[in-house]
């Protein structure tokens, strides 16, 4: 896919036509991706014990092909494209012809920037919203109910002892 995580984009087609805004996730294996403030649903949480209900807005995926790049010049939609410049290849805007930024960093680099975030996790770590999904984030699903109840190799399944046997003379039809 031509577009990267931190492209400002404009949605062409569908209920949110018109809008603009960051992507904040990319997902190339369905051709996906997630837009702040674009494609909102709501999730109704049921109330448990241990937290009450509510309503939590997210966003949902869109098809990569309901948007288009917002030109940083001309602040206009585009199409994007590659030129070979020093056997490096770069994507440029095809109304303006302006090199965009590649903000998909690289992996080598992603495995560096995770090993420095292990060393120096704090407080700000709290401070930012955290990517999981809203079910993993509020404690829902299969995950959460082993916690609650425990870790199935944590419970005792033990033959239980024979704690009263039934006598012979009543045999629980009655008094």
């Known amino acids: 896919m031509k577009v990267y995580t931190g492209d400002t984009i404009v949605v062409i087609t569908g ?3 018109g809008k603009t805004g960051k992507i904040l ?3 190339p294996e369905r051709e996906r991706v997630v ?7 709501t999730r ?3 109330k448990t014990p241990q937290r009450p209900g509510q309503i939590v807005r997210y966003e949902a995926s869109i098809h990569v092909s309901n948007v288009m ?4 010049t ?3 939609r585009t199409r994007i494209g590659f030129e070979m ?11 303006s012809g302006t090199i965009l930024a590649v903000s998909a960093p690289s992996k080598a680099s992603v495995a560096s920037q995770k090993k ?4 120096v996790k704090t407080n700000e770590a709290q401070a930012t919203p955290s990517k999981k999904p809203f079910w993993k984030r509020l404690g829902l699903g299969a995950d959460a109910l082993e916690e609650a109840e425990g870790h199935e190799e944590s419970k005792d399944h033990s033959v239980p002892s024979e704690g009263r046997l039934q006598s012979s003379r009543s045999h629980g039809r009655g008094s």
């Open 116 to 119: 420095k975030e292990t060393s």
């Open 69 to 72: 790049l917002l030109d940083p």
């Open 15 to 17: 209920k949110d036509k």
């Open 85 to 95: 410049k020093n056997g490096k290849k770069t994507r440029i805007a095809k109304k």
């Open 25 to 27: 996730r990319v997902l």
């Open 35 to 41: 837009i702040e403030g674009v494609n909102m649903r």
């Open 74 to 76: 001309s602040k206009k």
């Open 44 to 46: 109704h949480v049921r």
